[in-house]
């Protein structure tokens, strides 16, 4: 089902976990939720396309959990103006850390998947009750992230 998901999506990662092995590698692959290769709880999935469908209680849940020092994990997928996708997989865990998957595919950026783990995870204010997320202190893609 791994492979079926990954061929589909047009991912070429390594460390896929496609074999059959049942042992978690700690890596959330671009796309799937991380419930779906771990134990951790699930925020939902946000398809922001323009400003439509941005998810006020998927974000408040992985907040929450960051603040709470629980499990939680979130994908966002965002869309640029001329309509490319680009996913963060955001999974909290304790110590606290963010681990975050960006799987860009916009044409005209820097596409590809990157990989980042962050120290610091904050509440960015948008327009009217929306908010977005700062992430700090990351080792990996950039020393900061910022989500929209």
Do not use: Q
């Amino acid at each position: 089902m791994v492979s079926l998901v990954l061929a589909l999506s047009g991912c070429h990662c390594s460390g896929a976990n496609t074999e059959g092995n049942s042992r978690s590698t700690g890596v959330v692959e671009p796309g799937l939720m991380p419930s779906e290769s771990d134990t951790t709880s699930t925020c939902g999935r946000e398809t922001n396309v323009h400003g439509s469908g941005y998810d006020a209680a998927a974000r408040s849940c992985l907040w929450d959990a960051w603040r709470n020092g629980s499990a939680a994990g979130l994908v966002i997928t965002m869309h640029t103006v001329e309509g490319d996708p680009i996913t963060y997989t955001l999974r909290v865990r304790p110590g606290p850390v963010v681990d975050v998957t960006v799987d860009s595919r916009d044409r005209f950026g820097s596409p590809g998947v990157t990989r980042a783990t962050c120290r610091t995870l904050e509440k960015s204010a948008g327009t009217g009750d929306r908010f977005g997320f700062a992430l700090r202190g990351c080792e990996g893609r950039a020393s900061e992230i910022v989500i929209p």
